[in-house]
C-alpha cells in the first residue's frame, strides 16, 4: 500500500471548497479551483493530491470533458492505486463510455478494498446486467438486498433486468419495493408504467406516469411513455400534447419526434407526420423505425414509388420487419406490379408463419387471380393465425358465397355483428327485441331491418313473402326512404317503417332479422334460392314515363348506368370512368339510350356530347318506384354494378351487369356469366385480368348486335 504524507491544511481547505462546488454542479468552477494544484503533469507529489485530481477529474466529467477525467483518474490511480474514491467515478464514467470491460474491473478492484461499499456492488450488477450477464447481475443484486434490504437502487436495477426477462410479476415486485424504499424514485414509477403498459393494464400505467412527473416534471422520457399510452388509447390530441412537451424539454429528442409523428399519422395531419418523421431520421439516421413510419405517411399520401423506398431500405437495414413487407406489398399492388407484391408477400410468412395480415393479402392476390381453393386455404391460415380477425372472417364469409357454399359461407357471414366496424354491430344494442335465429314464426310479428345498401334490399327483400308464408302474423320492413313506396306494395311485407320509428316500437315486435340473415337462417341453397321480388310497375308512372320515352325514335331501348354510389368501398374499381368509356355501344345502329344515372356521373348525363344522344332521366327519378315505371318501357339495361341491376332483374327485364375485375361483389360469384338470384335475366360481363373498361364494352356491344340483330 502506498503511504502518503497529510495534506496541508490550505490544501484540505480548497478540497472543501471544491467539493461544495461539485455538489452544486458548478463544475467548471471547481476544476478552475483545483488546476493550480493538480497541473497537467504527474509529478513526485501525486500520491499527495489523490483526492484533488480524483475530485478535479468529477469536475472534468461533469463540464462533459471525458477525456480530461479518464486522463486525471488514470494519474490518480496510478500514484496512489488504493485510493478508493477514485475507483468509483472513473468506473462510472466507463460505463457511461460503454467501456464496460474495464469498468466491471474497476468496480470489482473497489469491491475488494471496500467489500461493504453497498453502491458499488449495485453499480456492478448495473454493468454486468448491461454486458448482458444476467444471472451474475441478479445474483448482485441480491447481495446487495440482502445486505440492504430497503437499498432502493437495487430494488429498482432488479426489476429492470426482470422485467428484460419477461418475469414480469417478479419485476413489478421489484418496482413497487423500490418504490417503497424511496417514495419520491420518479425512475421507478417511469420503469412501472411501461411494465404495467405492456401487460395492458392502461390505467395503472398512466397512473404510474404521472407520478414520475409529479416527482420530476421535467422528464422528458415519462412524457414520451404517456404520450405513447395515450395514443394507444385513442386519445391523440393528448399525447400530441404529451410528446411536444417531452420535447420542449429535450428538442432533439428523437424517440419523442418519432412518436410524435405516429400521433399526427393518426390524427390525419400527414404533412406533419412526414416533417416529424424526417426530422427524427435527420438527427437519427439509422432510426429504422421512423423510416418505416415515413413509409407509412408516404403509401397514405399516395406518394408510392417513395413509399416504396423507404420500405425497401427499412428492410434492407431490418430484414425482420415484417409489417413492412406487407405494407410494401401493398403499394407494389397499387402500383399493379401484383406479382412482385406476391413474392414479397411470401418473404414475410416465411419469416413469420403466423403472420395473418400477409396471409390475408396473400390469400385476396389468389382470389384476383381466380385461384379459389389457394384464396381459401389463405384466408383460413390468416384465422388461424389470429382468430378474431375480422376482415379474414368476412373475406372468407363472402369468397365462400361466391363459390356456391351457401351454408359455411352465410353462417360465417354472420360474423358481421361481432366487429365493432360495421353498422351491423349496432343493430343488437338498438333494438330491443331478439334477433330471429330460424325458430317458427307462426302467429310472431317480425321486424325486417335494413343494414346494408339498397340493392341488397333489393336482392334479398324476396325474403319477406317466404317469412309470412312460414305463418307470420306481421312483417314490418325498416328501410331507407328511396325504398319506402317500392316496398309499400311488395308481397309479404305489411308495413313500412323509417328507421327511428322502427327502432322506437321494436320492442313491441317478437323478433328481428336482417334480410341478408335469412338465407342462413332458412338453409338456402343453390337449388332453393327464392324467385327475385315481384315488382309491379304503377300504371299512373308508366304512362307518365312512357309519354316522355314516347318522344325517342323507333328503336330498342337501352337504359344506361355507369357509376355507382361513390361512398361504396370499391367504387374506384366498379363505377366506368366515365360515361365516354360506353362509347362503343352508340356503334350499334338503330339503339337509343336512357341515362338512369342519378348522382355520381349525373352532370356527365346532363352534359352530354352531341355524339353520344341519349334521354336523361336520372335527374328527375325521386325513388325507384318512378325507375321501374321506367325500366318497365325498356327493351335492356346496360349498367355496373349497382342498384338498378337488382330492380331491372326484379322487374324481369334483361339486364347486363359489367363487373370488375378487381374484388367483384360476393353476389355475383365466380366465373359464371349468370347470375342464379335472377336466372334467365342478368348478364354478367366480367372484366378480365388486366383487362381495360373499352374491351368489356367492346364485348357488350358485340353482344347487342347480336341481341338486337343489328
Avoid at 491544511?9 to 494544484?37: G, I, Q, S
Avoid at 325498416?478 to 311488395?490: I, M, Y
Wanted: proline share 6%.
Amino acid at each position: 500500500m502506498t503511504t502518503t504524507t497529510p495534506l496541508a491544511p490550505a490544501l484540505d481547505d480548497l478540497l472543501r471548497e471544491a467539493n461544495a462546488l461539485c455538489d452544486a454542479h458548478r463544475f467548471a468552477d471547481a476544476l478552475a479551483l483545483l488546476a493550480p494544484v493538480t497541473g497537467e503533469h504527474a509529478g513526485d507529489d501525486d500520491a499527495a493530491l489523490a483526492p484533488a485530481l480524483s475530485l478535479a477529474a468529477l469536475g472534468a466529467m461533469g463540464t462533459g470533458d471525458a477525456a480530461r477525467a479518464q486522463a486525471l483518474w488514470e494519474r490518480c490511480l496510478a500514484a496512489q492505486p488504493d485510493f478508493a474514491p477514485a475507483y468509483s467515478g472513473f468506473a462510472a464514467l466507463l460505463a457511461t463510455l460503454g467501456s464496460l470491460t474495464k469498468a466491471q474491473a474497476l468496480y470489482e478492484r473497489l469491491l475488494s478494498l471496500t467489500p461493504d461499499d453497498i453502491d458499488a456492488r449495485s453499480n456492478l450488477g448495473v454493468v454486468l446486467q448491461r454486458q448482458g450477464q444476467y444471472a451474475q447481475a441478479e445474483a448482485t443484486f441480491r447481495a446487495v438486498l440482502a445486505q440492504r434490504p430497503d437499498h432502493a437502487d437495487a430494488h429498482y436495477n432488479l426489476g429492470l433486468l426482470l422485467q428484460t426477462q419477461a418475469r414480469h410479476e417478479e419485476a413489478e415486485s421489484a418496482l413497487r419495493a423500490a418504490i417503497a424504499a424511496h417514495a419520491r424514485h420518479a425512475h421507478a414509477y417511469n420503469a412501472l408504467g411501461t411494465l404495467l403498459r405492456d401487460q395492458g393494464r392502461a390505467e395503472e400505467a398512466a397512473e404510474a406516469y404521472r407520478q414520475a412527473l409529479l416527482i420530476q416534471p421535467q422528464y422528458p422520457e415519462a412524457l414520451n411513455n404517456l404520450a405513447m399510452l395515450l395514443k394507444s388509447a385513442g386519445r391523440l390530441a393528448e399525447a400530441e400534447l404529451a410528446a411536444r412537451l417531452a420535447l420542449e424539454m429535450r428538442p432533439n429528442f428523437v424517440d419523442a419526434l418519432n412518436n410524435l409523428g405516429c400521433v399526427l399519422t393518426g390524427l390525419k395531419r400527414l404533412p406533419e407526420a412526414e416533417a416529424a418523421f424526417r426530422q427524427t431520421l435527420a438527427l437519427a439516421p439509422n432510426h429504422t423505425e421512423a423510416l418505416y413510419n415515413l413509409g407509412v405517411v408516404l403509401h397514405a399520401l399516395e406518394r408510392l414509388p417513395e413509399a416504396e423506398a423507404a420500405y425497401r431500405e427499412t428492410l434492407r437495414r431490418l430484414p425482420g420487419r415484417t409489417e413492412a413487407h406487407n405494407n410494401l406489398a401493398c403499394v407494389l399492388l397499387a402500383l399493379g406490379r401484383r406479382g412482385e407484391a406476391l413474392d414479397v408477400l411470401h418473404e414475410a410468412v416465411a419469416a413469420r408463419p403466423d403472420f395473418a395480415e400477409a396471409h390475408f393479402n396473400i390469400a385476396s392476390l389468389h382470389k384476383e387471380y381466380g385461384r379459389l381453393d389457394e384464396a381459401e386455404a389463405g384466408y383460413r391460415r390468416a384465422l388461424a393465425a389470429n382468430p378474431e380477425y375480422g376482415d379474414a372472417k368476412f373475406r372468407l364469409a363472402t369468397l365462400l358465397i361466391s363459390m356456391g357454399r351457401f351454408e359455411e359461407g352465410f353462417a360465417r357471414y354472420e360474423c358481421r355483428y361481432t366487429m365493432p366496424g360495421f353498422v351491423h354491430n349496432a343493430s343488437q344494442r338498438l333494438l330491443k327485441c331478439p334477433a330471429w335465429q330460424g325458430e317458427p314464426l307462426a302467429g310472431k310479428s317480425l321486424l325486417l331491418w335494413q343494414e346494408d345498401g339498397l340493392g341488397d334490399m333489393l336482392q334479398f327483400g324476396r325474403y319477406a313473402r317466404v317469412l309470412k308464408a312460414q305463418g307470420a302474423a306481421h312483417v314490418a320492413f325498416a328501410c331507407q326512404p328511396p325504398l319506402h313506396r317500392l316496398f309499400g306494395g311488395v308481397e309479404g311485407v305489411d308495413a313500412v317503417l323509417d328507421h327511428n320509428a322502427a327502432a322506437a316500437a321494436s320492442g313491441e315486435f317478437d323478433c328481428w332479422v336482417s334480410p341478408i340473415s335469412v338465407p342462413h337462417r332458412l338453409g338456402t341453397t343453390l337449388d332453393t334460392i327464392p324467385a327475385p321480388l315481384a315488382i309491379e310497375p304503377e300504371p299512373a308512372l308508366v304512362e307518365h314515363w312512357g309519354a316522355r320515352l314516347a318522344t325517342l325514335a323507333p328503336g330498342p331501348r337501352i337504359g344506361l348506368v355507369w357509376k355507382g354510389n361513390p361512398k361504396h368501398s370499391n367504387d374506384a374499381h366498379r363505377s366506368l370512368p366515365s360515361l365516354a368509356a360506353l362509347a362503343p355501344l352508340w356503334n350499334v345502329p338503330g339503339l337509343r339510350f336512357v341515362s338512369l344515372q342519378k348522382g355520381q356521373g349525373e352532370d356527365e348525363a346532363i352534359n352530354a356530347p352531341a355524339w353520344l344522344p341519349m334521354m336523361h332521366l336520372g335527374s328527375d327519378v325521386r325513388d325507384f318506384v318512378d325507375t321501374a315505371a321506367i325500366v318497365a318501357q325498356l327493351d335492356l339495361v346496360i349498367c355496373v354494378d349497382t342498384s338498378t341491376a337488382h330492380l331491372a332483374a326484379s322487374l324481369g327485364k334483361p339486364c347486363w351487369v359489367l363487373l370488375p375485375q378487381y374484388d367483384p361483389d360476393w353476389r355475383w360469384m365466380h366465373e359464371r356469366e349468370d347470375s342464379p338470384w335472377y336466372p334467365g335475366t342478368m348478364r354478367l360481363f366480367r372484366q378480365r385480368m388486366d383487362e381495360p373498361w373499352p374491351a368489356v364494352v367492346e364485348r357488350a356491344r358485340v353482344a347487342c348486335q347480336a341481341w338486337f340483330g343489328m
